[in-house]
């Protein structure tokens, strides 16, 4: 049973950087951000698989990265160079197969939110 708590959100200038964590509890063969703004529906950012390859959501550029940290049984989103389009709930989800459709993952952390103003 996987349980997801993340942390790191909060606000920043346009331009600036922030580091989401999710520690995670148990096993999950695909782990996941996703991102919700206010009347819109929730988007894949990026996932990572059991064996580290990455894939990103079809709007991502290259300013966020995703990472897992495996001994510390942390995920993490690295944000760079934010833009205010990215003010957001992030959320951590884990699910397999690799998906970066909200509906195809099973579990869901309770989100961070992120506000670039």
């Known amino acids: 049973h996987v349980q997801l708590v993340e942390s790191g959100g909060g606000s920043a200038q346009a331009g600036g950087s922030l580091r989401l964590s999710c520690v995670y509890s148990?096993?999950?063969?695909?782990m996941a951000w996703f991102r919700q703004a206010p009347g819109s529906q929730r988007k894949g950012v990026a996932n990572i698989n059991g064996i580290g390859a990455t894939s990103y959501g079809n709007f991502m550029s290259d300013r966020f990265t995703i990472s897992k940290d495996k001994a510390k049984k942390t995920l993490y989103l690295q944000m760079d160079n934010l833009e205010p389009e990215d003010t957001a709930m992030y959320y951590c989800?884990?699910?397999?197969?690799?998906?970066?459709?909200?509906?195809?993952?099973?579990?869901w952390g309770q989100g961070t939110q992120v506000t670039v103003s």
């Open positions: 989800a884990a699910g397999d197969p690799c998906s970066l459709t909200a509906s195809e993952m099973s579990t």
């Open positions: 148990g096993y999950s063969w695909c």
